[in-house]
């Protein structure tokens, strides 16, 4: 599975981003997709994931505020961030669990700066 992130940037805190990954297969039969953070100085983070059933998790400092959500018909899970805070600053993977193995993509950086 080959995972392409796309839609990072810099923002105002308050305001909105999203996130694409678009996978190399169809990602109805992947098992979960999601996202992961590094942050300097910090260690990864999972922010939100989806599985193949819909459910969602999120990190609780994320929760009301980022929407992970899958379009199977595009093969492309997205992030929608809004209401960004500065502690959102981070580089931002996507990733894919299927078959009991991890893919990642690239990351993109989002800097959430006034």
């Known amino acids: 599975v080959q995972l392409q992130a796309s839609g990072g940037g810099s923002v105002q805190p308050g305001g909105s981003l999203r996130l694409s990954c678009a996978a190399s297969?169809?990602?109805?039969?992947?098992?979960?997709m999601g996202w992961y953070r590094q942050a300097p100085g910090n260690q990864r983070e999972l922010v939100a994931r989806a599985t193949s059933a819909e459910n969602t998790i999120y990190i609780d400092s994320v929760k009301g505020r980022f929407t992970i959500s899958r379009d199977n018909a595009k093969n492309t899970v997205y992030l929608q961030m809004n209401n960004l805070k500065p502690e959102d600053t981070a580089v931002y993977y996507c990733?894919?669990?299927?078959?009991?193995?991890?893919?990642w993509g690239q990351g993109t950086q989002l800097t959430v700066s006034s």
């Open positions: 990733y894919a669990y299927h078959l009991r193995l991890y893919y």
């Open positions: 297969l169809s990602i109805f039969s992947i098992d979960a």
